[in-house]
Structures are given as structure tokens and as C-alpha cells.
T-cell receptor, first 115, second 114 residues
Framework: DAGVTQSPTHLIKTRGQQVTLRCSPKSGHDTVSWYQQALGQGPQFIFQ???????QRGNFPDRFSGHQFPNYSSELNVNALLLGDSALYLC??????????????FGQGTRLTVV | AQSVTQLDSQVPVFEEAPVELRCNYSSSVSVYLFWYVQYPNQGLQLLLK??????LVKGINGFEAEFNKSQTSFHLRKPSVHISDTAEYFC????????????FGTGTRLKVLA
């Protein structure tokens, strides 16, 4: 089992550019959540996708958007990048039963640097 | 709303000594509790979790934690640490109703000294 895989592992972008990060969930999982971890901080919840729809959203601006595909993989898009968007972006996957999710498994993250 | 406070940003400890990493939380609803470890340049690995039942929870790598509802705490302990335990440790909570959205603390850096 490959677990949760994220790509790319590292990325450098210029202010104002757009970026797309990708996540493949653990086998059998159907829910993907994204977190932003700034340097020296704990992860902050961005949003969660299930059945190709955004189900929950944290306190992040509309510049942050996402998508989930029929195979449950997901993308995180960030537009008009700011220096403050530099962070480790973590993807977590889980399986929804009823209204509850199983425990989430985290990927290794994508390190985004905005210059 | 929920919040998690990790009182110690850094904890230095000598190898083979015991360690306790403190975590307090605030929530108006029932929550599940978790401890994750993060090694440099890596993602999060689950150490242990409290969902229900016994308040003393044992996890991987010899770690354990005790849920104290009255003090809203979930402190992490290990009786004897190793150099390899040097890492960042995060406490997190998630509401028992609804989906698994995690609220993390700011982390405690454990540095094990030889």
C-alpha cells in the first residue's frame, strides 16, 4: 500500500503566479483534506473534499481552491501567490462511513516557496 | 470552536530520561484526541489516539498518553527516550460529530541529548 502520495515534493514559485499541488489518497479512502503548515506552526485546515464536492472549509481566502476527481485524487490550487503562502502543504485521506470519517492518514507534503 | 495549547515549544531531555509533553484543549463539543510526530522534512505520523474507553492510551515507539476530561488535557509521556525520538510533536483534536477535521496545536520540539 503506497499510502497518501503528494506531488511535487518541492516547488518554487514567484509572487502573483498560480500553483497546483496534487494528492493521491490511500487505497480505499474517498475523502481528502488539505492543510497548510507554515514554518514553526501546526497544520491549519484548508478544506475537505468528498464525492467531488467541497464539504468543509477553513479560514482561507478564495485564492485557495480545490478539486476532487472520480478516482478520489485531489488538487489544491492557489492563485495570485503571496510570500505568506510559503509553507508545507499536507494532504490527508480518510474513508467516510455514514457521517463520520475514519482516521486520517497524512502524506509527506509539498514544500512551496514563494519568492 | 476548538483550540489546542501546547505549553512547551521546546523540551530538551537527556537520553534514557523520561519525558512529558503537555497538551491542553478547549472545546464546546466532545472531541477525539491525537498525538502526531513529524520528523524533519516529513509529513505527520500518528503516535496514538483517544476515541473512547480507557483514558490511558498506548501508542507506537513506547509512547503513551492520558486523557483527563476534567482538566481538558492529553499529555504525552515516554519513560525512557532515545536520540531517535528527536522530532516535532503535535497534539490535535477533532469533533466526535461530523467529519475528521483536525485542529492542531503549535507543536513541541523534543530534543534528546546524548
Amino acid at each position: 500500500d503506497a499510502g497518501v502520495t503528494q506531488s511535487p515534493t518541492h516547488l518554487i514559485k514567484t509572487r502573483g503566479q498560480q500553483v497546483t499541488l496534487r494528492c493521491s489518497p490511500k487505497s480505499g479512502h474517498d475523502t481528502v483534506s488539505w492543510y497548510q503548515q507554515a514554518l514553526g506552526q501546526g497544520p491549519q485546515f484548508i478544506f475537505q473534499y468528498y464525492e467531488e464536492e467541497e464539504r468543509q472549509r477553513g479560514n482561507f481566502p478564495d485564492r485557495f481552491s480545490g478539486h476532487q476527481f472520480p478516482n478520489y485524487s485531489s488538487e489544491l490550487n492557489v492563485n495570485a501567490l503571496l510570500l505568506g503562502d510559503s509553507a508545507l502543504y499536507l494532504c490527508a485521506s480518510s474513508y467516510r462511513t455514514g457521517n463520520m470519517n475514519t482516521e486520517a492518514f497524512f502524506g509527506q507534503g509539498t514544500r512551496l516557496t514563494v519568492v | 470552536a476548538q483550540s489546542v495549547t501546547q505549553l512547551d515549544s521546546q523540551v530538551p531531555v537527556f537520553e534514557e530520561a523520561p519525558v512529558e509533553l503537555r497538551c491542553n484543549y478547549s472545546s464546546s463539543v466532545s472531541v477525539y484526541l491525537f498525538w502526531y510526530v513529524q520528523y524533519p522534512n516529513q509529513g505527520l505520523q500518528l503516535l496514538l489516539k483517544y476515541l473512547s474507553g480507557s483514558t490511558l492510551v498506548k501508542g507506537i515507539n513506547g509512547f503513551e498518553a492520558e486523557f483527563n476530561k476534567s482538566q481538558t488535557s492529553f499529555h504525552l509521556r515516554k519513560p525512557s527516550v532515545h536520540i531517535s525520538d528527536t522530532a516535532e510533536y503535535f497534539c490535535a483534536v477533532s469533533p466526535t460529530s461530523g467529519t475528521y477535521k483536525y485542529i492542531f496545536g503549535t507543536g513541541t520540539r523534543l530534543k534528546v541529548l546524548a
